[in-house]
């Protein structure tokens, strides 16, 4: 029978999180340690660490550097979620890796979990096709994440931190700041989103505990120039110094300008994301300090051509389909804002679907008003809450907010393409559907276009 790596990878006997770096220390010892063989930027945080990863990488590449880059959770094919230069695996690349860490794996007395495996399959690659530098996301938290056992980064980038996981990793900023921070390393460049006080105070007593250089974006330094959305000019900042009537392409594109980056263009619209883009800047400005030349036009270049599925990102048309992985209160939040700049005084058919362990009723609060009609969904994954569990908690918070639990009545699909559907129909050909809620379902949704 033929080896199939995504089944051995995903196989349920090693799914279960067990936190800790003694497995995956001994599994890259035995591989002789790939992770050393390029330059890595590690990236841990909340919120944007995702689309923080894509911009780093997107600039880089554009530098001439050969990029890889690691990212969880996967969306859509195994694949992925590791690629070279902006593309995922190929299957034979990824059968070769699989093979040379399962052959290490096996022979531990205590095997690998999943997401270790995955790491050290990374790693195995990136050495293989000869990566200059790899952008590497942490998976959760950080201290005692899989990817932590990356002793000399480049440079340590935290991206915005919100309670999450509070099982996990404690119940306060604080705390989740300290597993976060966990991926700085001695002397090693911190880059870090200006986080909330108490999260902020723990960053910096990090920094300076390892001696690690800390670079902060100013946010006053940042204009929001405006976007075009479906051809559409929509002024964003009155005060800008760049202007989205200067845009003439029928495309989906922000503009903003940073420091002295004058009218910088990304094609990621949501309205979170020139600040990720800006803590990116600030990344390439830490490399640029250790030697790595990267131009400002390959900046400008890779800000622009940086691509990164499922954040506030305009899949169909006839109606309007936006899906966006925001998946906490922080999350929704954000994706209210930029559904109000993007599509001013609209109304939307929400389809969500969430994880149990989330705190789905405050991210209900920030979405419910902003919504026309709701389809309740099940994501793809075992910790995924019950849609109709889901459409209770629906009801119950507009009738809080709103006042009227009718006019919050949801739809409770039967499966991700019935609700696709549904929401389309409600929508009509000129509205606006937007999927949100969790990672792992939208790949499925974009199927069922």
């Not at 929001?224 to 989906?252: L, P």
């Not at 998946?327 to 969430?354: C, E, M, T, W």
């Amino acid at each position: 029978m033929s080896f199939d790596p995504v089944a051995y990878l995903e196989n349920p006997a090693w799914r279960a999180s067990k936190l800790g770096l003694g497995r995956i220390a001994e599994l890259v010892e035995r591989l002789d340690h790939p992770e050393r063989a390029y330059g890595i930027v590690h990236v841990s945080g909340t919120n944007g660490k995702g689309s923080v990863s894509a911009f780093a990488a997107s600039v880089l590449q554009a530098a001439g550097l050969r990029v890889g880059m690691f990212t969880s959770p996967t969306i859509g094919a195994y694949e992925n979620s590791i690629t070279v230069d902006g593309a995922r695996i190929s299957p034979d690349d990824l059968l070769a890796a699989t093979v040379a860490v399962r052959d290490q794996a096996e022979a531990m007395d205590d095997h690998p979990t999943e997401f270790e495996l995955a790491c050290a399959v990374a790693f195995v690659h990136f050495a293989r096709v000869g990566c200059d530098i790899a952008v590497v996301e942490v998976g959760l938290g950080g201290r005692l994440d899989s990817t932590n056992v990356i002793e000399s980064p480049e440079a340590c980038v935290i991206a915005r931190i919100a309670l999450d996981h509070t099982g996990i990793l404690g119940t306060t900023l604080a705390e989740i700041a300290g597993e976060k921070a966990g991926i700085v390393k001695q002397g090693v460049p911190v880059v870090s989103w200006p986080q909330e006080p108490d999260a902020m105070s723990v960053i910096e007593a990090t920094a300076l505990k390892f001696d690690a250089p800390l670079a902060v974006p100013d946010f006053a330094e940042l204009s929001n120039g405006g976007m075009v959305v479906e051809g559409e000019a929509v002024c964003v900042d009155a005060g800008a110094r760049g202007s989205a009537s200067d845009v003439s392409r029928e495309t989906n594109v922000r503009i903003f300008s940073y420091k002295q980056y004058r009218d910088l263009e990304i094609s990621l619209i949501g309205s979170y994301q020139p600040y990720n883009a800006a803590l990116a800047i600030e990344t390439i400005e830490a490399l640029r300090k250790r030697g790595w030349a990267v131009s400002d036009e390959a900046l400008r270049i890779g800000l622009a051509q940086a691509v990164w599925p499922g954040r506030f990102e305009i899949v169909a048309k006839h109606p309007t389909f936006v899906v966006d992985g925001g998946h906490n209160p922080q999350g929704a939040r954000a994706l209210a804002d930029s559904l109000r700049q993007a599509f001013p005084g609209r109304k939307a058919v929400f389809v969500i679907g969430v994880l149990e362990d989330k705190e789905y009723p405050e991210m209900l609060e920030e979405l419910l008003p902003l919504g026309s009609a709701f389809v309740a969904i099940e994501p793809p994954n075992p910790r995924a809450l019950p849609a109709a569990k889901l459409a209770r908690a629906i009801r119950w918070t507009g009738q809080d907010l709103l006042g009227c639990s009718a006019c919050t009545a949801p739809y409770v699909a039967k499966d991700i393409p019935d609700a696709v559907a549904k929401a389309r129909e409600l929508a009509g050909d000129e509205g606006l559907v937007c999927a949100a809620g969790s990672l792992y379902s939208i790949a499925e949704i974009k199927r069922a276009l």
